[in-house]
């Protein structure tokens, strides 16, 4: 499962509530990203991250903001969640190597926004 | 941007059947095709890949074929089993020299034993 772990698995939150998600990897992968998942859309990107403190936005970024402080670590914030953003959250690591990039996804965050 | 059209979003198969989903891209730049295995409450996992400069790629039961001209790629499973079921993703990247891959939405397999 290339070290990828989120936590937490599962979290039932309340609209106006902040929320953060965590994506932790043990294998020193340069890139680091967050997706949603949701039925008809299939995977979208709302941030990623090339390096430690380097970050960018994916196609879904509006009301979500990341940090990366430590290689290992890429946090999701939800400044303050709403209903529209309950979700499955799948976080991916990958080291581009000769033009590919091969992601490898954690298990997942099940989201509930009340 | 990367546009990636995936199609079917259902397909339904006896046991035995052969299978292709069928996806195409819209930025010629694109270089690097991976394909997803997503089982039901799992995390997608990689399949098979091809990259531009290889027209098919094969693995077992499965195989990968990449036509640059026509700017579409497909995913054939052949003898199809009941654990193939799950749902399949498609994916272009290289775009400008960004390693970004940009996602289909995915094709429900059902594999009827």
């Known amino acids: 499962d290339a070290g990828i772990t989120q936590s937490p698995r599962h979290k039932v939150t309340e609209t106006g509530t902040p929320v953060t998600l965590r994506c932790h990897q043990t294998e020193n992968h340069r890139y680091m990203y967050w997706y949603r998942q949701d039925p008809g859309h299939g995977l979208r990107l709302i941030h990623y991250s090339y390096g430690v403190k380097d970050t960018d936005k994916g196609e879904v970024s509006d009301g979500y903001s990341v940090s990366r402080s430590k290689t290992e670590d890429f946090l999701l914030t939800l400044e303050s969640a709403t209903s529209s953003q309950t979700s499955v959250y799948f976080c991916?690591?990958?080291?581009?190597?000769?033009?590919?990039?091969?992601?490898?996804f954690g298990p997942g965050t099940r989201l509930t926004v009340l | 941007g990367e546009n990636v059209e995936q199609h079917p979003s259902t397909l339904s198969v006896q046991e035995g059947d052969s299978a292709v989903i069928k996806c195409t891209y819209s930025d010629s730049a694109s270089n690097y095709f991976p394909w997803y295995k997503q089982e039901l409450g799992k995390r997608p996992q990689l399949i098979i890949d091809?990259?531009?400069?290889?027209g098919e790629k094969k693995d077992q039961r499965i195989a990968v074929t990449l036509n640059k001209t026509a700017k579409h790629f497909s995913l054939h499973i052949t003898e199809t089993q009941p654990e193939d079921s799950a749902v399949y993703f498609c994916?272009?990247?290289?775009?400008?020299?960004?390693?970004?891959?940009?996602f289909g939405r995915g094709t429900s397999l059902i594999v009827h034993p």
């Open positions: 991916a690591i990958s080291t581009p190597t000769g033009g590919t990039d091969t992601q490898y």
């Open positions: 994916a272009a990247s290289g775009t400008g020299g960004s390693y970004i891959p940009t």
């Open positions: 091809i990259r531009s400069n290889v």
